[in-house]
Every structure is written in C-alpha cells, then in structure tokens.
C-alpha cells in the first residue's frame, strides 16, 4: 500500500463534521448581519430607513475604497498596515493641487499617483529588503503621516471654493438621484476588482503567491515582481480612499484617516480573507465593510459611547482571526 493510500484510507476514516470553519466563515457573516439589523431596527425607528441606509453606504465608501487593497494584499500572503497615512497624504495633496489651481481630474490623477508612489516602496522594501511587512509598512506610515503634519503644520487645509472643487466635493457628497455617487464609484470598483482577481492572470497569480511562493517560483512566477505590483495597486487604491474623503470633508488634514487601518483589516478578515495567504474574497469584504459601517451606525443611533464602538470592533476582530485561525488547523 503506497502512502496515498494511506492518506485517503486515513481520510475516509475520519469523522466528517456538521460544522465546519468553512461554514462558519460563509454563514456567520450575514446571519450576524441580519440579527443586527433587527435588533438595531426594533431599537430605533430611524435606522431601518432608505436615509440611513444611504448614510450607512456613504460612510462606508471610504474604507471600502482601501479595503479592496488590503485584501488582494492579504490575498498575496503580505501585511501592509500603512492605509490610513495614505488616506491622510493624498487627500492632502488632492486639496493642494486644486488650491493650486489645477483641474480636479489633474488634482485626483496626482493624489492616486503619490499612493502607487509609497504602495511601491512599501513594495520594494518588503520584498527587495526582506523587512518583513508589519515593520517596513508601519515606518512608511509614521514617515507620511509625520511629513504630512509638517507639510501642514498640524492645521486642516480648506480645500477651494471653486467650480473645479465643486467636482470633487460632488464625488465625495453628491447624488445621482437618491444614490450617492461616492456608493456608486465604490460598487463599480468592488465589480472591477472581483473580476480581475477571477477572471485574469494577474488575480490568479495573487492568489497563487499567497498560497504559496516556493510553488509558485518553481512555476516559473516571479513573486517578488507581483507582490510589488500588489502593493502599488493598494497603495493606490488608498489614495483612491484619501480623495473620497477630502471630497466628503471639504479639506486635507494628516489626522484623516486616523486608526483607519485597524478598522479595514478588520473588515478584511471579517470577510473570510486568510492572515495566511491564498485565501479571500472581494464581496464578502463588501459584507464585511458594510457590517461594520451598520455596527458603528446602528451605535451613534442608540447614543452608545464611541468607546463601546472601539469595543465592540475589536471584539468583532478578535472573533474574525479566531476562526481564521480555527479554519487554517483544520486545512493541516
């Protein structure tokens, strides 16, 4: 008997569960959802409206935007921690440029260009360097954030009143009927980015270095080339974020986008994205973006101190990386 036998005898053998992490992770999410929505709804008669629910969207646009980074980065079996810097820098240098007197298409190109600038040192120094990940992109936050604070002086800078403004504000606040356009952007980019992970090569090629990179260098990818290229998409798709939120606000400050990176990682692996590699889903992080964003939501409603929200969202990781954890066992 050959030792594939032994192993599928051995598998036969053993007991199949009921439940499994895999369930788990694709039910846990919108059940707990939808139990959410109930409770929040019976609490309150202004939560379950067509307004709140617009303002539920509009508020998760944002993190929305960066999380379809973090995901294909954690997808590709890297950690990037930098997101809120580049949140903060390029709305800051979005608003600069349109005070400059630049067209806004001019100013938006410039911002999503500074973060496919930083998402490629982020890139370089990780995979050139071999810092590992956590430290290499957390030193490129606090430099940003930091030039950031110098660059303004610690002030928000106002952003112009004028009809080339007027576009970006519109993008950040306005509606297409009863539909905000920030919403609208962020499905047609969630649409883009499961079809490229899908349906292309360069997604494949993602998911194959994150479930391993010894494999996929024996194939013949070049790893360390991908992975730079996954953090300059992330990298820009922050910017992307960062201009969605100058937009919104009016100004650039270096405080935006404060703690924004622990709020997206935890949306990410609430949607079932593996800390692993090779593991993760573009709509289930829309779920889990949109779970976070009603909890939060759900909470200002009820008058329910923000301290209980860092609680409650931290409660809600912790639970995320526990089952993460439970399904990687079970795969070994």
Avoid at 49 to 76: E, H, P, Y
Avoid at 95 to 122: D, E, F, R
Avoid at 254 to 281: C, P
Wanted: aromatic share 6%; charged share 10%.
């Amino acid at each position: 008997m050959t030792r594939g036998d032994v192993l599928e005898v051995d598998s036969a053998r053993r007991p199949r569960r009921a439940v499994t992490p895999e369930l788990i992770t694709t039910l846990v999410l919108p059940v707990a959802l939808v139990a959410m929505i109930i409770v929040f709804a019976v609490s309150s008669a202004t939560f379950f409206t067509i307004d709140n629910l617009f303002v539920v969207l509009r508020q998760s646009a944002v993190l929305g935007v960066a999380a379809i980074g973090a995901t294909i980065i954690l997808i590709s079996g890297r950690l990037d921690i930098s997101q809120g810097a580049l949140i903060a820098a390029s709305g800051i240098v979005c608003v600069s440029l349109a005070q400059a007197g630049l067209h806004p298409l001019i100013a938006i190109a410039g911002a999503i260009l500074l973060g496919a600038v930083l998402g490629l040192v982020n890139g370089v120094l990780t995979e050139i360097t071999r810092i590992p990940g956590f430290i290499s992109t957390l030193a490129v936050a606090l430099i940003v954030r930091g030039a950031a604070q110098v660059w303004t002086s610690g002030q928000s800078i106002a952003a112009p009143v004028t009809e080339g403004f007027d576009l970006l504000s519109w993008v950040g606040t306005g509606s297409i009927g009863p539909i905000p356009v920030a919403v609208i952007l962020v499905a047609i980019l969630y649409v883009v980015a499961w079809f490229v992970m899908r349906k292309t090569t360069w997604g494949l090629r993602s998911y194959a270095i994150g479930s391993s990179g010894r494999a996929s260098r024996v194939a013949g990818l070049r790893v360390n080339l991908h992975a730079i290229q996954v953090f300059v998409v992330a990298g820009a798709l922050s910017a992307a974020a960062g201009v969605l939120l100058a937009g919104r606000l009016g100004s650039g400050a270096a405080s935006n986008g404060q703690g924004a990176e622990f709020d997206i990682f935890a949306a990410v692996v609430l949607g079932g994205t593996s800390l692993f590699g090779g593991r993760g889903s573009i709509p289930r992080t829309a779920l889990g973006i949109v779970f976070l964003a009603t909890l939060s939501n759900g909470l200002v409603i009820l008058n329910v101190s923000s301290y209980w929200q860092g609680i409650a969202t931290g409660t809600v990781l912790l639970l995320a990386l526990a089952i993460d954890r439970w399904r990687a066992r079970d795969e070994e």
